[in-house]
């Protein structure tokens, strides 16, 4: 479940604007093809699979030629765009600076994900019977990345209603009732991503950084107030006795990603307020197409385009990530 960090095409199958399911996304996937995943590579969704020695790419779950062994080792419900607040997947915003449009709109909603994934469970029963089934979902790893586009957009959207504290506090208490409803649903092994700094985006620092595009520090400030009370939750919730067996583990994305920015030249970047794709200053999903030019050397490059990283980029992420499946898988052992 999940938003752009993790959506390897869901939203290929779904009206929305927020497709990348053509070139340049994609430049530096197997083959040089665009499957619709925000990046010019693999995810993060793709590296943890990869690392349980799974299988190399993660389908996403709308994919049409689904076979039953992809059902049966693991596909991503994400839907770039969405968030924790409902209000999200629903955005349309046009918003006007220095000629270009920005659009987020149509994503996936959380309620729906988890409808699929209800409906991924009684398919998974047809076809491998209910004790296998049972099996399969209490013993897989569930990773989520909710949270980004809420603090990233829909915040200042809606901010003249709530200030940042009730607001992450609502997204909190958003979060942690999906992760009891997945706790309901069978599942037992949770890893849950911070936001990234989402004020640091190349977008952000465009529309929001002034003329010296500095970072958002309202967004980033916002980000890390939801990341500490989503983490103190998760703390909660491993200690209630009504889940009992459950394990969920909070990831921290934000600094490594902001150290990134920090300190470039520690991870071989050179590149960290524009992107890699147009003028690297807002494009993404339709701005980011065929027409629009891409740097020559991605690798130097911390963004793809103006809202997410480059493969690269999630490779140094999921470093983080990977420890936190083996303590995953440590505690099952």
């Known amino acids: 479940m999940g938003d752009s960090i993790l959506d390897t095409g869901n939203n290929n199958y779904i009206v929305t604007m927020s497709k990348f399911n053509f070139p340049p996304y994609g430049k530096n ?27 190399y790419l993660l389908p996403s779950y709308l994919d049409p030629n689904l076979g039953v062994e992809d059902l049966v080792t693991g596909v991503c419900f994400a839907s770039a765009g969405s968030g924790y607040d409902r209000e999200t997947p629903k955005i349309l915003v046009t918003t006007f600076y220095l000629y270009f449009l ?137 200690n209630d006795v009504r889940l009992p067996n459950s394990s969920i583990v909070f990831v921290d994305v934000y600094y490594p990603l902001f150290n990134m920015i920090r300190y470039p030249e520690n991870y071989g970047f050179a590149i960290t307020k524009k992107a890699c794709c147009g003028t690297g ?8 197409n065929p027409l629009a030019p891409t740097c020559t050397n991605i690798s130097k490059y911390i963004f793809w385009d103006g809202v997410h990283p480059t493969e690269k980029t999630y490779k140094i992420i999921f470093s983080k990530i990977g420890k936190s499946v083996d303590k995953l898988l440590r505690k099952q052992l």
């Open 29 to 55: 996937f197997p083959g040089k093809i665009p499957t619709g995943r925000p990046s010019d590579g693999r995810l993060i969704s793709d590296f943890v699979v990869e690392i349980l020695g799974i299988k």
């Open 281 to 288: 200053t807002v494009e993404f999903g339709i701005l980011c």
């Open 102 to 238: 920005l659009f987020v709109s149509g994503a996936l909603p959380v309620p729906y994900q988890l409808k699929l994934f209800k409906q991924y469970v009684k398919k998974l029963r047809t076809l491998v019977g209910e004790q296998r089934s049972d099996d399969i979902i209490k013993n897989s790893l569930y990773v989520i990345s909710l949270g980004n586009n809420d603090v990233g957009l829909t915040y200042f959207l809606r901010k003249k209603k709530s200030d940042m504290a009730s607001y992450s506090s609502f997204l909190v208490s958003q979060a942690s009732a999906t992760l009891r409803q997945l706790y309901g649903l069978g599942v037992r092994n949770i890893v849950h991503l911070s936001t990234i700094v989402t004020g640091c985006v190349p977008a952000s620092r465009t529309l929001f950084g002034g003329v010296r595009r500095q970072c958002n520090d309202e967004s980033n400030e916002l980000a890390m107030m939801y990341n500490k009370k989503l983490s103190n939750e998760i703390e909660r919730l491993n």
